[in-house]
């Protein structure tokens, strides 16, 4: 079993719509949840951060955190073309740098 | 800031031939990790660096992969002999401090394929 599952999708939404991604962790050490946007053929680059359990909202962006669940989410509203991507989660414990992630989610949003 | 340097961007060598693959960090970025990314495994941490130093390499598939840092400039990852199933996008990335928090910036990777 994967330390993190993600559902690699695809995903396919039209323009405007609220999506939601998410992840699952086998390991209860993990305390920093991590979502990476990348677009094709780029490196991943940093979307939102959150430490342990709770939601942080960014703009059009939320992520949540359900540490007894061990469930990770992502939500996009009013979604736009510019979204299409694949979204990684990704975690590591307090003491370590390591990160996990995900397999990534490919999302496509229809104008 | 011209962020993480990776090169070559793409490689194409022929199965048993020697890869080098470079890259040069964030000027300042104590930490530096190498990442492979295929379809069928995602993206997996290989090895990384803290100032120099190598923390963690069991990730590193095999003895045909060896990486490098000789100063905080540049890093190398070299596969030798290689082989098709080698193939896959490396990325380096380099962060600030340890932890999620700081964010793990991205090179644009070197896509490799071994024929």
């Known amino acids: 079993q994967k330390e993190v599952e993600q559902d690699p999708g695809p995903l396919s939404v039209p323009e405007g719509a609220i999506v939601s991604l998410n992840c699952t962790y086998s390991?209860?050490?993990?305390?920093?949840f991590m979502w990476y946007r990348q677009y094709s053929r780029k490196g991943p680059e940093l979307l939102m951060y959150?430490?342990?359990?709770g939601n942080k909202e960014d703009g059009r962006f939320t992520a949540q955190v359900d540490k007894s669940s061990k469930y990770i989410s992502l939500f996009i509203r009013d979604s736009q073309p510019s979204d299409s991507a694949t979204y990684l989660c990704?975690?590591?414990?307090?003491?370590?740098?390591?990160?996990?992630f995900g397999q990534g989610t490919t999302l496509q949003v229809k104008p | 800031d011209a962020g993480v340097i990776q090169s070559p961007r793409h490689e194409v060598t022929e199965m048993g031939q020697e890869v080098t693959l470079r890259c040069k960090p964030i000027?300042?970025?104590?930490?530096l990790f190498w990442y492979r990314q295929t379809m069928m495994r995602g993206l997996e941490l290989l090895i990384y660096?803290?100032?120099?130093?190598?923390?963690?390499d069991s990730g590193m598939p095999e003895d045909r992969f060896s990486a490098k840092m000789p100063n905080a400039s540049f890093s190398t990852l070299k596969i030798q002999p290689s082989e098709p199933r080698d193939s896959a996008v490396y990325f380096c990335?380099?962060?600030?401090?340890?932890?999620?928090?700081?964010?793990?910036?991205f090179g644009s990777g070197t896509r490799l394929t071994v024929v």
């Open positions: 990335a380099s962060s600030p401090r340890q932890g999620g928090n700081y964010g793990y910036t």
């Open positions: 390991n209860s050490a993990f305390q920093y």
């Open positions: 959150t430490y342990s359990s």
């Open positions: 990704a975690t590591h414990t307090s003491n370590t740098g390591k990160l996990i």
């Open positions: 000027s300042g970025h104590d930490y």
């Open positions: 660096f803290n100032n120099n130093v190598p923390i963690d």
